[in-house]
């Protein structure tokens, strides 16, 4: 984690970032290492690992193949999460109709997921919302450069079911300079 949990107060708790990165996505990890430890996936690159094993659970219900999915997937969710967290610079990118879809999108969430930002092939003009549910097929967008999790873990603590106040919350808590510098990557 590129930031102390303390950074991130009063916008989301200790406790929570805490639990969210030691209990939780430190489970994701150890799981994904147990399932390939001593397979032809325990040395491939996670972003590869995750192409094939899309590929292969289309037409294989092999549980194995589908945890290895949800744990790979997992992490490279939290870990993308992590770096555009730690409150640093301003948000000058996101206007109020862009945080009021993004609200929206959260809102819109039945159970739990992820909701990314992608730019458009304008990237001063507007955003394109891609809302990405880790029990699909879907491959994490390769452009993204925004991330709020939405897994009731992330926010219940803080928020309850107050998704609405669980974005501004999550939108104090960002670093900007790092959104900023994957969108001149993007």
Known sequence: ?????????????????NEHYDVIHRNYVETLNHLIKDTPYEFVDIDELIRSLSAIK???????????????KQHVCHSFM????????????????????LKNEVKGV????????VPDDDPKSTYEFDVFVSKNTSVIPMNAIYVIDVWEH???????????AYVDAYLQATNWNAVRTLLNEA
């Open 1 to 17: 984690m590129p930031f102390a949990p303390e950074s991130l107060e009063p916008h989301l708790s200790v406790q929570t970032i």
């Open 58 to 72: 289309r037409h294989n219900h092999d549980p194995r193949v589908r945890a290895i999915l949800h744990a790979a």
């Open 82 to 101: 992590w770096e555009i967290l730690g409150p640093q610079g301003e948000n000058d990118m996101f206007d109020d109709r862009t945080i009021e879809c």
């Open 110 to 117: 039945f159970g739990s997921g992820w909701v990314w930002i």
């Open 154 to 164: 992330a926010y219940y603590r803080d928020y309850n079911s107050d998704k609405g």
